[in-house]
């Protein structure tokens, strides 16, 4: 029998334990010669954590998981092979329109995912992580010199538009930097902060 990649839609986080809850089913059910390979596709990433360097892995596509499934000659799965993975917990479907009779995963999509799998793995990529509006941490000059004018705070009376109440500010040459990283004037400092 031909075999095809469909992928299916399972339940993200739980992705390598329905994995194995599949192996195991179909192992118990003998069905070993209707299934190929069944992957969860990952990916090694290098994060640096506390100053040293850690390589993680990493799902490509959370909530999926790929399945190689052998086909009758008109192109359906097997129904015993079908009701299989149907009735394994965690896996609400196959990604497709008919869920009866799904349709593949195009030949030279199932080896781009399959190349890129053993590429991500061979060569980590590194994990950079941005967030609208976040900042980035700086250990060079201008965090050094903030350092050690910290002497001269204020205290916010609440009207201050960083938004808090007895939010201490730093005073940096006529601006200053609230601790809730809000900019902040010399000219609003005497109206909101006292010494």
């Not at 095809?4 to 003998?30: C, P, Y």
């Not at 965690?90 to 030949?107: E, R, T, Y």
Request: aromatic letters at 6%; hydrophobic letters at 30%.
């Amino acid at each position: 029998m031909k075999k095809n990649w469909f992928i299916l839609r399972v339940q993200s986080e739980r992705e390598n334990t329905i994995h194995d809850h599949l192996v195991s089913r179909i192992k118990a059910a003998g069905l070993d010669s209707c299934f190929g390979r069944i992957l969860v596709p990952t990916e090694h990433v290098t994060e640096i954590r506390s100053g040293r360097k850690r390589v993680m892995e990493q799902k490509m596509y959370p909530g999926y998981m790929l399945v190689e499934v052998a086909v009758t000659d008109d192109g359906a799965i097997p129904q015993d092979a079908w009701f299989l993975i149907m009735e394994t917990q965690g896996i609400s479907g196959f990604v497709s329109s008919d869920q009866k009779k799904p349709l593949p995963l195009p030949a030279d999509e199932a080896e781009r995912i399959l190349k890129d799998m053993e590429e991500k793995r061979e060569k980590p990529r590194p994990k950079v992580e941005f967030q609208v509006g976040g900042g980035r941490e700086n250990k060079g000059w201008p965090v050094r010199e903030l350092r050690r004018l910290r002497g001269r705070r204020r205290r916010c009376q609440g009207t201050c538009p960083g938004g808090g109440f007895h939010l201490r500010a730093l005073h940096l040459g006529g601006r200053g930097v609230c601790e809730r990283g809000k900019s902040v004037t010399g000219r609003q400092f005497p109206d909101c902060c006292v010494e």
